[in-house]
């Protein structure tokens, strides 16, 4: 079946604009993340949608950094007033149920900020 | 904070077992052993994961040791396909995985 899709897979913008970036995970998965990966470096957790829950929102960097999921899909993660150090890889991940299960990497969105 | 540490970088022979290591000494008894992957320009990909025993799948076989302070990652028979960076993970069960610079495996023919 189908993977997890992201996109845009590219996006180039200004500093101080704002990107929208979206995530649609495996059919039937409950449980979405988004990460971040610098150039050279490891992932670095955002945030963690689990079902109906709160989100798990301790990995997000800053206030400008936002994510939701509707109807327990589809994530969209905003990043408002870019920054120059906000250019990296962003990954969306799914799985069927939550962390302790394999998790189902997309292709991930590189942003470059200028 | 990543729990692991792992060599930077790593050759290997194609044809050849690609042997992996990953020191561990702070895991505690619940926490899982996880290996993802990730070749250039791609999202990472589950590779296998243990607690206390030996396991194998089709892609590989991890190795922990008795006390749990080490395990080996091992690809029986590398390819060029097998060269990306390889993640060793320790995260307990229902926690988020923290991903570290992990050892670029390198194969060469």
């Known amino acids: 079946g189908a993977g997890v899709s992201q996109s845009p897979s590219n996006k180039v913008t200004e500093k101080g604009k704002d990107v929208e970036l979206r995530c649609d995970p495996i059919s039937g998965h409950t449980a979405l993340y988004w990460y971040r990966q610098s150039l050279g470096q490891g992932l670095e957790f955002l945030i963690y949608f689990q079902g109906n829950s709160a989100p798990d929102k301790s990995g997000l960097p800053s206030d400008r950094f936002s994510a939701e999921r509707t109807g327990g899909s589809v994530s969209t993660l905003t990043i408002q007033r870019t920054q120059q150090e906000d250019s990296a890889v962003y990954l969306c991940?799914?799985?069927?149920?939550?962390?302790?299960?394999?998790?189902?990497f997309g292709p991930g969105t590189r942003l470059l900020v200028l | 904070d990543a729990k692991t540490t792992q060599p930077t970088s790593m050759d290997c022979a194609e044809g050849r077992a690609a042997n992996l290591p990953c020191n561990h000494s702070t895991i505690s008894g619940n926490e899982y052993v996880y290996w993802y992957r990730q070749i250039h320009s791609q999202g990472p990909q589950y590779i296998i994961h243990g607690l206390k025993n030996n396991e194998t799948n089709e892609m590989a076989s991890l190795i922990i040791t008795e006390d749990r302070k080490s395990s080996t990652l091992i690809l029986p028979h590398a390819t060029l396909r097998d060269t990306a960076v390889y993640y060793c993970i320790v995260s307990g069960y229902g926690n988020k995985l923290v991903f570290g610079a992990g050892t670029i495996l390198r194969v060469k023919s």
């Open positions: 991940a799914s799985t069927l149920l939550g962390f302790q299960e394999t998790q189902y």
